[in-house]
T-cell receptor, first 112, second 115 residues
Framework: AQSVTQLDSQVPVFEEAPVELRCNYS??????LFWYVQYPNQGLQLLLK??????LVESINGFEAEFNKSQTSFHLRKPSVHISDTAEYFC??????????FGTGTRLQVFP | GAGVSQSPSNKVTEKGKDVELRCDPI?????LYWYRQSLGQGLEFLIY????????KSGLPSDRFSAERTGGSVSTLTIQRTQQEDSAVYLC?????????????FGEGSWLTVV
């Protein structure tokens, strides 16, 4: 069965600092990977996804994630965070039955 | 709006009562999912509907939980004889069809509190 591990439950960071949110997955089949974001008091929104092709995928608000098959990772990065990036971030893998399997989430807290 | 709509947004119920949570998917979406989000537990898959296929119920935690989807559109998640551990946010999601490349869109959830 596929699973997703997000080792960091909370990541505190100062504004304009770089950040990396870690995600590792386990799968024996082709994987399709996603990052979702949940801003305070809002629903889940798709941030970015990897389906095939280039292993580096980007979002419109400056986040990027790199699919690394050998390390079974899909870490999320941003070179300079803003206060508005404060949210809960969920990594997910879509299994061969088309369900999304989520990690437990990482709370990113950006301080001024 | 054109997003996934869930009702009620908040529900407080007494232990032992039954509750129904409703989901209106995005028009034209044939795939519908229910997830549960508990504090510190992440998102837990509950059930998945795809068109006229038999639903994937593998995530339902007990026989007190059931869901149906009428006419391939609206879905209702029913929890019978609620327990305090059922307190969580219940999220509904939909996509064009249950294929890997179609984005899954989530509603804002129904907050259930069992007292």
């Amino acid at each position: 069965a596929q699973s997703v591990t997000q080792l960091d439950s909370q990541v505190p960071v100062f504004e304009e600092a770089p950040v990396e949110l870690r995600c590792n997955y386990s799968s024996s089949v082709s994987v399709y990977l996603f990052w979702y974001v949940q801003y305070p008091n809002q629903g889940l929104q798709l941030l970015l996804k990897y389906l095939s092709g280039s292993t580096l995928v980007e979002s419109i608000n400056g986040f990027e994630a790199e699919f690394n098959k050998s390390q079974t990772s899909f870490h999320l990065r941003k070179p300079s965070v803003h206060i508005s990036d404060t949210a809960e971030y969920f990594c997910a893998v879509r299994d061969n039955t088309d369900k999304l399997i989520f990690g437990t989430g990482t709370r990113l807290q950006v301080f001024p | 709006g054109a997003g996934v709509s869930q009702s009620p947004s908040n529900k407080v119920t007494e232990k032992g009562k039954d509750v129904e949570l409703r989901c209106d998917p995005i028009s034209g979406h044939t795939a519908l999912y229910w997830y549960r989000q508990s504090l510190g537990q992440g998102l837990e898959f509950l059930i998945y509907f795809q068109g006229n296929s038999a639903p994937d119920k593998s995530g339902l935690p007990s026989d007190r939980f059931s869901a149906e989807r009428t006419g391939g559109s609206v879905s209702t998640l029913t929890i019978q004889r609620t327990q305090q551990e059922d307190s969580a946010v219940y999220l509904c999601a939909s996509s064009l069809e249950g294929t890997t490349w179609n984005t899954i869109y989530f509603g804002e959830g129904s907050w259930l509190t069992v007292v």
